[in-house]
Nanobody, 125 residues
């Protein structure tokens, strides 16, 4: 059974940084496409970033070079380094994984089979 566990969220001031981690257990880690999504209260879940074992990466436009996704194949962990945080980044952040996603569907949350429980990020002004 595949399990995803996020960590690293917290409260940070505007302009600050956080590094989220998503540890994946079960299955073959290297085969998974792993993405980050976020959801603010009253809003739909939205795509943030995605990466795969070939280091192909994609980011939401609002990231604007502030966030970086990376993966450690020894620790079976995917990271999201977030710099230059703004209040609009406040949300619950989720990681998701699936081994069978075509490139054109990687930004769609419904395409992912496995999800973590989320970690809260709050940016204060």
């Amino acid at each position: 059974q595949v399990q995803l566990v996020e960590s690293g969220g917290g409260l940070v001031q505007v302009g600050g940084s956080l590094k989220l981690a998503c540890e994946v257990s079960g299955g073959l880690f290297s085969s998974y496409v792993v993405a980050w999504f976020r959801q603010a209260p009253g809003k739909e879940r939205e795509f943030v970033a995605v990466g795969d074992r070939y280091r192909r990466q994609s980011y939401a436009d609002f990231v604007k070079g502030r966030f970086t996704i990376s993966r450690d194949n020894v620790k079976n962990t995917v990271y999201l380094q977030m710099n230059g945080l703004i209040p609009e980044d406040t949300a619950m952040y989720f990681c998701a994984a699936d081994a069978n996603i075509i490139m054109s569907s990687r930004r769609m949350p419904a395409q992912y089979k496995h999800w973590g429980q989320g970690t809260q990020v709050t940016v204060s002004s």
